[in-house]
């Protein structure tokens, strides 16, 4: 393993699911939504433990540099995707800039892990797998029937982890229910460790175009301090797909690293609603708010005053002149405003 493990941060999206707050211009991961560091700056703070790992690769898009600047720290090394082609491109291009035997831990920027202590053991598990050229994932110990993520099935115990028995994209609810009570599945939190090298010997042979359009991208890039640009030309050639559909639904290397963390994607605002500390009714309040003989109400306001008499399971989201008000099991629904999408 060259110089620990090294962190690399998947930091874009366009902020749609938690709208009005979260903006294509200012989207969730730089938002402080839990405590005093945005999702962002919390990822980078669980990777900044020196004795385990490398300074941090983060791959974004131009429109985001700045942000990633202002709230990353010195040292980190910041790939500037010239568009968006989803993870598997994003991935392969910090792979091919990195030693081939490099362990990666790729981590989305803009989740929420309450218990680091434990995410860190899991890196370690992942790291010594991925070492013995394992492309592992992360199975977040599922509490609920959740029709919104994937699943990973256990397969045969191994040294440090498990065997991949399949990936479920994601289910029905009757499903998912019959999912978590075999105990034989974790959500896939979308959070990796491979070898450089290994990941791209398993992407040129699942993906060969897609391996050879980013070797090229790579080559014809540029270095502008911190920043790589990859090369526009090649890379626009590149067709956008997941590092699930692409690499870990077809390899035969793959392995799993079960592990409870107090994990969130944050996915929307009942996600963020769960993550906060509530009153005895469940509500959760950020802002200048009254309740009134309600239950599992959140309000969050940058600025007037919201009051609720007698509602149940509604949230009331207040962002300049913008008004959000739904029940909370319509919140997948926000990327469907016509706001949501500016």
Known sequence: MTDGIHPVILCGGSGTRLWPRSRADRPKPFLRLLGEQSLFEATLARCRDAARFAPPMVVTGARHVGLVEAQGHPGMRIVVEP??????????LAAALLPEDAVMLVCPSDHHIADVDAFRAAVDQAGALAGRGRLVAFGIAPDRAETGYGYIQRGAAIDGGYDVARFVEKPSEALARDFVASGEFSWNGGIFAFRAGTLLEELARHRPAMAQAVREAVAGGSDNGPRFHPSASFFAGIEGESIDYAVMENTDR??????????SDIGNWTALREAREGDEGGNVVRGAAELVDCRNVMVDSDGPRVSCIGLEDVIVVVDGDEVLVMRAEDAQKVGKLGGASG
């Open 83 to 92: 568009d968006g082609r989803n993870t598997a491109p994003a991935i392969a």
């Open 254 to 263: 793959a392995a799993l690293v079960p592990v409870d963390m107090g994990w």
